[in-house]
């Protein structure tokens, strides 16, 4: 893995080109040994971020986010326009279908019975191939391809419906004291939109249905000790302004934005790893973009232990 001083100088090229690109300057044809098509296509018109700044941005922080990514079936939110264009989700990936050199992870889809090839991910190329094909955010599930049912991590989705951060970051940090409770270590990030997520990285020998129960057993006692706060409702009319604490990231098949995605919304936010001392109603989200990450790779990761601090699940 490049050094952190690497990725820096490598986000802070990314992140300038998009400042300073002028209309007479040649676009390559090739990012991350990728080739790639529409790299002036305006992607975030109110910024005039390009896709190219994009893929540019996916291949200078690919050190951070690739581990992540690494040997998980991936799920395609493709929007070639942009994000105010018309986007679709893709799951399949037939062999003869771009992109070419990633590998594919056949699934059996319980509704049809027939094969679903997801594509897996964990180099550059799955990486900035995704991104040309116009996915804007990574998606990927809590398990790896040759362990389909057995996550190995755990994740609560601080979902607010008020909109606002600040009500994610209070139901986020209630979460970790119950966590801490339980002497479970936990890792928050920003959603790269209006919410919070919670990690816990998992031992070996969890099963999804176990992820799951455990998850939804968190957000029910969150939501007994902070009623005003948290909602375990399912149903969106009946949730007020509160947190819906979501636990169904963790079920099988599912997904979740990885750290470092970029997100399709305004000022192409990045979905940012915290320290808690960080997380407070006061955060701005917002200030992690594709424009000013640079600075943000300058400190030190504050997920660089996670997997050092796998847990069991409590029964």
């Given amino acids: 893995m490049a050094s952190a001083r690497a990725v820096k100088s490598a986000a802070k090229s990314a992140a300038s080109t998009s400042r300073t690109r002028t209309p007479a300057a040649k676009t390559p044809d090739t990012i991350g040994e990728v080739a790639v098509s529409n790299v002036d296509k305006v992607w975030f018109p109110d910024d005039g971020i390009t896709k190219g700044d994009v893929l540019r941005f996916y291949d200078a ?20 326009d942009g994000m105010r264009g018309q986007c679709f989700y893709q799951k399949d990936f037939p062999e003869d279908r771009p992109p070419a050199g990633v590998p594919r992870v056949a699934v059996r889809a319980s509704s049809t019975g027939k094969d679903v090839r997801y594509l897996v991910g964990g180099t550059k190329r799955a990486l900035i191939s995704l991104a040309n094909l116009g996915c804007i955010a990574m998606h990927v599930m809590a398990t790896r391809a040759g362990s389909l049912h057995e996550p190995d991590w755990l994740a609560l ?27 479970l270590r936990s890792y928050p990030k920003t959603s790269g939109s209006r919410g919070l997520h919670v990690f816990l990285a998992l031992k070996p020998g969890h099963t999804d249905e176990q992820a799951v129960g455990f998850a939804a057993r968190l957000g029910e006692e969150l939501a007994r000790r902070e009623p005003k706060l948290v909602t375990m409702t399912h149903a969106k009319s009946a949730r007020g302004a509160r947190v819906y604490a979501d636990p169904f990231r963790n079920g099988y098949m599912q997904t979740i934005v990885a750290p470092y995605s970029v997100r399709r919304r305004e000022h192409a936010p990045v979905s940012t790893p915290l320290d808690w001392d960080e997380v407070s109603p006061r955060l701005d989200p917002a200030r992690f973009t594709v424009r000013t990450f640079d600075k943000r790779v300058a400190k030190k990761d504050p997920w660089s232990d996670f997997r050092k601090n796998a847990v069991r699940l409590p029964n």
Avoid: Q
Avoid at 61 to 70: A, G, K, T, Y
């Fill in 157 to 183: 989705d601080m979902d607010p419906m008020s909109g606002e951060f600040a009500d994610a970051a209070r139901a986020g940090l209630a979460l970790r004291k119950m966590l801490d409770e339980l002497g």
């Fill in 61 to 80: 922080i690919s050190p951070l986010i690739l581990p992540w990514l690494r040997d998980r079936p991936l799920t395609a939110e493709r929007c070639p």
